[in-house]
């Protein structure tokens, strides 16, 4: 009887063994051929001998085939330097968990898309590289790119990518709406006074047509448009101890009123799917009168064929002001080869010929000084309304702080910005709260 | 007590079984988005992006087609799933089958420990093992290859599971004429228990395919070149961080779950039981 | 002598699956629980705090609120789904024509990915142009906030997971019912047994296993439900949708806070262990 265990037993269990790892290896060999390459080749590249780099770059579409077109160019340029690009999987909005993740396990990229807001963090990693020492040469012209690009990939004083993307926040508002009402347009150094009295005259309940619109999704599109609003009136984000929250006082408190006085009158649509959309397909169609948004989406309102116009935000003093949301090329660190292949790859990606071919395909705004002053992109403002508006704010567009604590001070303040949208409660006791949730994240850290 | 004398028995008033008055609408709830992505997939993307949203299409545009179709990677994203999904379902399949057996049939030391164990391993979230499975798999080399989104889900517990309560279900008079007759545990097994459960492993095929297909999250972890995306990974590249080709998505969408759907149909038969065939009237 | 031989292949036949499911499940569990006990953003390295994560997240207001938003949507989802998904077997569970169809159709929303599903419920609970504000003002009921309500929110969440998830107990119970031996059913009908006795003590009795998988199935779907809640409302609107695993994405994947996440995922496993054995010990009562 035992001899009929030991025979069937230890066979199956050999045969089932060999059958997972059958299994795993037929997984492995049939599509190693297709994989690309990854981690784990760093160790045998030289300084000059041939280097591959891969690049998350986490853009779909159009941006995806304009980075594919500047590879090619660049390989042909450079055959030393081979680089892999690819979406990474990713959509932007989901490369930081795809970044986290492979910062944990030790497989990463040599380039990723980071959103500029999340950069403070993901550079805390050792594995980050740092660029210093390249962007002091005087080929890489770094002074060349806008203050706010410059600064959104500095953090503690150390360059750890390049600026991939800039834009910022101005009105875009819908001609025929305006008509319809009889609302004469916006212009610029317009006030927040003037511009709740327009979304006063615009909101029409009963044709269903809001004033206006605002993200209401707690997310950082939701929040980065409290900015402008307490830095016009001497507020900051953080204040100079970079302890504290900067705008616990009446900046924070006027601008949160603008925002309750919107919701409170049901002059704002509030937007609460994530991502957006919705706000701007009621723009679209004609339903909303005017929302604050960013040059990305202009292509949209050119496709849904909306007769539209652009103006720079309004403020509380007549100043010019307005947010920048820099995104970043981050570079990591697998050898110095890699970092070395990633910067000249970089460099070629950012330099004027280059950029002024992503800003005008993918839909940006130049990253240097020297492409917004080139023929090409002169004669791209020409053909798309309102980018010009959004061009010459690049000029005063500040930004958000790089420092780590940011995200735990964003999600409480946005929900206080919901609060206000939904008419749920009072300014001061959502400033209230939002400051004190804040101001224990920055005491963290 | 089976269909056929209900059908005679009929007051003559309706052509067909007044049941069908009940589930077609019930049937309509459900199949409301599949509808709606038919009819959105024809819709250009001007028209998806109308709102309040309409419901009839203009005229029948076939951009969102022709864009999923002209994206040179799309067969190769549907391929990737079928492999990925059919290898999923087969290990399910076999080594489910002879775990749930061993729980519901045999008797050993630490069985119930066993199986609440692997029951237990259900209970941290995906969004915080991801990270170690990652570095397992980073590990066996897998990463960014299909056999890093098999390996995982190759056996699972839903399958074991589900397999032993199944198994508890069939009366084991049959399992014991034939253990009595000399079949060796896993002759019984194969030639008389498996035909019994066909129900169950239909199920546990179906549900486990459907899972594996339709599964974004780790694909987006454990992938990053696009030749080696699942299908879900792919589409979801459609959506833009601003721009999203709406058309594209809901044409990929369809041609995506049409398939799936048509296989489920067609293997309607095997979820009937072979050896006893009645309907149960509830 | 047999039962040595049986333990023996019963062995062989687990292995395969422990080797999977163990393999690559314990691991993680591991090095979850380790990461618990730290102070990590998964970026650098930790700081080892020992237990002062789960010290902290019993204080957490927000972490309870999880909990409590995660346990109403479990105590009304599982109960409702298995109820439904028993009724709408039983309904598809006749051969008359078209009924592979229907079956199929039940099924549409298992098969429709999560990102199509709340693309279209956004749609259709848009407060103000959705359709089913549409079809309220029809029947003279005044507009519901839906998505933007927080009292509101949560209870459609139950709906939505409920028409996406019944088509999974559906084609369980269906199998089971298959396995429904007829001349059981049979017997009982010659005995005079009506249809609710024939349901009550012959058909009900028999689904007991897989409705004991359902409810443990269903229990775990619904304490760690994500993507719905990922894809619709982000856990707003005001927090009164974040549940516990939504929490734990937030903290891990925005707030850099992996650690505390670790810890909330723990809290959930313990109260899903107290929960198991208090639910066995309630059984073996009854027994």
């Not at chain 3, 084609?171 to 019912?177: P, Q």
Request: net charge neutral; aromatic share 12%; with cysteine.
């Amino acid at each position: 009887m035992t001899t009929r265990s030991a025979s069937p037993g230890p066979t199956r269990r050999a045969f089932l063994r060999q059958g997972l790892g059958l299994a795993a290896a037929t997984g492995m060999g049939s599509l190693l051929a297709a994989c690309g390459s990854d981690d784990d080749d760093n160790a045998t590249t030289t300084e000059d001998g041939p280097v591959t780099i891969t690049m998350w770059h986490g853009q779909e579409d159009q941006a995806k085939e304009t980075i594919d077109k500047i590879v090619v160019d660049f390989q042909s340029k450079n055959p030393k330097i081979k680089v892999e690009a690819s979406s990474g999987g990713v959509v932007a909005d989901s490369m930081l968990q795809k970044i986290t993740t492979a910062l944990s396990a030790g497989s990463y990229p040599d380039i990723a898309y980071i959103f500029g807001s999340d950069i403070a963090n993901v550079a805390r990693s050792p594995k980050v590289a740092n660029l210093q020492p390249y962007v002091t040469k005087p080929e890489m012209k770094w002074d060349d790119f806008y203050p706010a690009a410059r600064d959104a990939v500095t953090v503690e004083g150390k360059v750890r990518g390049f600026p991939a993307l800039v834009d910022n926040l101005c009105v875009a508002y819908n001609k025929k709406v305006f008509k319809a009402a009889g609302v004469p347009e916006p212009t610029a150094g317009w006030t927040w006074d003037q511009f709740i009295e327009t979304a006063r005259k615009l909101t029409d309940p009963g044709k269903g047509v809001f004033g206006t619109g605002w993200p209401a999704d707690g997310g950082e599109d939701c929040v980065w448009r409290f900015y402008p609003m307490i830095w016009d009136l001497g507020g900051a984000i953080v204040d100079e101890s970079g302890k504290k929250v900067g705008f616990d006082n009446d900046s924070g408190l006027k601008a949160l009123q603008t925002i309750h006085q919107l919701g409170a009158e049901k002059l704002v649509y509030p937007d609460t799917k994530p991502g957006s959309e919705t706000m701007y397909q009621i723009f679209n169609s004609g339903k909303m009168g005017m929302v604050a948004t960013g040059p990305w989406q202009l292509p949209d309102f050119v496709d849904q064929k909306t007769d539209y116009g652009v103006v720079p935000l309004p403020s509380y003093s007549g100043n010019k002001v307005t947010i920048a949301g820099p995104d970043t090329w981050t570079v990591f660190d697998n050898g110095s080869g890699r970092v070395k292949g990633a910067v000249t790859f970089l460099q070629f990606l950012t330099e004027s010929s280059q950029d002024v071919k992503w800003a005008t395909q993918a839909g940006s705004l130049p990253l240097r000084q020297s492409t917004a002053n080139s023929a090409e992109w002169k004669e791209h403002l020409q053909s798309t309304t309102g980018l010009d508006v959004f061009s010459e704010a690049l000029g005063y567009a500040k930004i958000r702080p790089t420092i780590r604590t940011y995200p735990r001070l964003s999600q409480p303040l946005g929900q206080a910005i919901v609060k206000m949208l939904l008419n749920k409660g009072t300014p001061e006791g959502a400033l209230r709260e939002a400051a004190q949730a804040a101001n224990d994240a920055l005491a963290t850290g | 007590m089976s269909a056929e004398p209900l059908r005679r028995r009929r007051r003559g008033r309706l052509p067909f079984s007044p049941w069908h008055l009940v589930l077609v609408p019930v049937t309509l709830v459900f199949v409301v988005p599949l509808l709606w992505l038919l009819v959105s997939s024809f819709m250009s993307n001007a028209q998806i992006n109308r709102f309040p949203p309409t419901i009839i299409p203009d005229s029948l545009h076939i951009e969102g087609y022709r864009y999923v179709v002209r994206n040179a990677l799309f067969p190769r994203w549907f391929l990737n799933s079928a492999i990925v999904s059919l290898a999923v379902v087969v290990g399910n399949l076999i080594f489910g089958v002879l775990a749930g057996y061993a729980f519901a049939r045999m008797r050993f030391r630490g069985s119930r420990l066993l199986l609440a164990v692997m029951l237990g391993t259900l209970i941290i979230p995906f969004q915080i093992t991801m990270i170690p499975t990652f570095l397992i798999m980073k590990k066996l080399a897998l990463i960014d290859t299909l056999g890093a989104v098999i390996v995982p889900s190759l056996v699972t517990p839903f399958a074991v599971f589900l397999f032993r309560q199944f198994f508890l279900n069939l009366p084991r008079e049959i399992e014991e004429a034939a253990w009595i007759d000399g079949c060796s545990r896993l002759r019984t097994l194969w030639s008389v228990v498996v035909p019994m459960a066909r129900p169950a492993l239909s199920t546990v095929a179906v549900l486990t395919f459907l899972t594996t297909w339709n599964d974004l999250a780790w694909p987006l972890i454990a992938i990053n070149n696009d030749h080696n995306y699942t299908l879900q990974l792919g589409l979801a590249t459609f959506q833009g961080q601003h721009r999203t080709q709406w058309s594209a998505v809901m044409a990929g969408n369809l041609i995506a779950v049409v398939p799936v759907l048509v296989a489920f149909l067609a293997a309607q038969r095997t979820f009937i039981q072979s050896l006893t065939s009645s309907a149960v009237k509830g | 002598m047999r039962r040595l031989s049986e333990a023996g292949t019963a062995w062989a036949y687990v292995f395969p699956a422990c080797l999977i499911i163990l393999g690559l499940g314990i691991l993680p569990m591991i090095w979850s629980f380790i990461l618990s006990l730290q102070v990590s953003d998964l970026i650098t390295p930790p700081e080892w705090i020992g237990f002062k994560n789960y010290e902290v997240i019993s204080r957490d207001p927000h972490f309870r609120a999880a909990v409590g938003h995660t346990l109403v949507y479990t105590a009304l989802f599982v109960p409702l789904v298995i109820a439904a998904g028993l009724g709408l077997a039983l309904l598809l569970n006749r051969r008359i024509r078209l009924i592979g169809l229907y079956r199929t159709l039940v099924f549409v929303p298992f098969v429709v990915s999560a990102t199509a599903q709340g693309v279209l419920f956004s749609f259709i609970f848009e407060s103000h142009f959705g359709l089913a504000n549409a079809v309220l003002r029809w029947f003279s009921i005044p507009p519901q906030g839906f998505f933007t309500d927080e009292h509101q929110a949560l209870y459609l969440l139950v709906l939505i997971g409920l028409w996406s998830g019944v088509g999974f107990c559906v084609v369980v119970f269906l199998a089971a019912l298959q396995d429904i031996q007829e001349e059981l059913v049979e017997a009982a009908a010659l005995d005079g047994a009506g249809r609710w006795a024939t349901f009550r003590y012959v058909v009900w009795p028999a689904l007991q296993p897989v409705t004991i998988f359902l409810l443990v199935w269903q229990t775990l779907q619904a304490l760690q439900v994500f993507d719905l809640v990922f894809v619709t409302t982000r856990g707003g609107p005001l927090e009164s949708t974040t549940v516990v695993v939504f929490f734990v994405w937030q903290q891990a994947f925005q707030q850099f806070n992996a650690g505390y996440a670790a810890a909330a995922a723990y809290v959930l496993a313990f109260v899903l262990l107290v929960l198991s054995i208090g639910v066995r010990f309630a059984r073996r009562r009854d027994t």
